[in-house]
C-alpha cells in the first residue's frame, strides 16, 4: 500500500527553520494533490500547505510568507520549508496525498486519502 514517511522534525529556536521531507513509496510524487498538515495538543488538525501536480501552491494565512512547499519527483519527495518559525508552529506535522485529484480544489482533511505517520517540530521561545 502507499506509504508516506515524514522526517526533518525536531526541536528549533524561535525565528529558526526547518526543512520537513516526505519521502513516498507506491504512491508518485507530483501524480495528485498533495499537502502538509499539522495539529497541536488539543487542537483539531489544520491544513498548513498544498501543492497541485502542476504545482501550484496554496498556503494558510498563518503560514504564508514563511513557508514553501516543494514536489521532487526525481526523488519522489515532497517537501516544506518553514522559517520564521514562531512557538505557535509547535504541532505534529503531517504530509497527505489524494488518491484521484490532481488539483487541490477541495483541502479538507478528509478529502485526502493517504497520510504519513507524521514528525514532531517543537519550538521555543
Known amino acids: 500500500q502507499v506509504q508516506l514517511v515524514e522526517t526533518g522534525g525536531g526541536s528549533v529556536q524561535a525565528g529558526g527553520s526547518l526543512r520537513l521531507s516526505c519521502a513516498a513509496s507506491?504512491?508518485?510524487?507530483?501524480?495528485?494533490?498533495m499537502g502538509w498538515f499539522r495539529q497541536a495538543p488539543g487542537k483539531e488538525r489544520e491544513g498548513v500547505a498544498y501543492?497541485?501536480?502542476?504545482?501550484?501552491?496554496t498556503y494558510a494565512d498563518s503560514v504564508k510568507g514563511r513557508a514553501t512547499i516543494s514536489q521532487d519527483n526525481g526523488k519522489n519527495t515532497l517537501y516544506l520549508q518553514m522559517g520564521s518559525l514562531k512557538a505557535d508552529d509547535t504541532a505534529m506535522y503531517y504530509c497527505?496525498?489524494?488518491?484521484?485529484?490532481?488539483?487541490?480544489?477541495?483541502?479538507?482533511?478528509?478529502?485526502?486519502?493517504?497520510w504519513g505517520q507524521g514528525t514532531q517540530v517543537t519550538v521555543s521561545s
Open positions: 507506491r504512491y508518485t510524487v507530483g501524480n495528485t494533490c
Open positions: 501543492i497541485a501536480s502542476n504545482g501550484g501552491a
Open positions: 497527505a496525498a489524494k488518491s484521484l485529484y490532481r488539483a487541490c480544489y477541495y483541502t479538507s482533511a478528509s478529502s485526502f486519502a493517504y
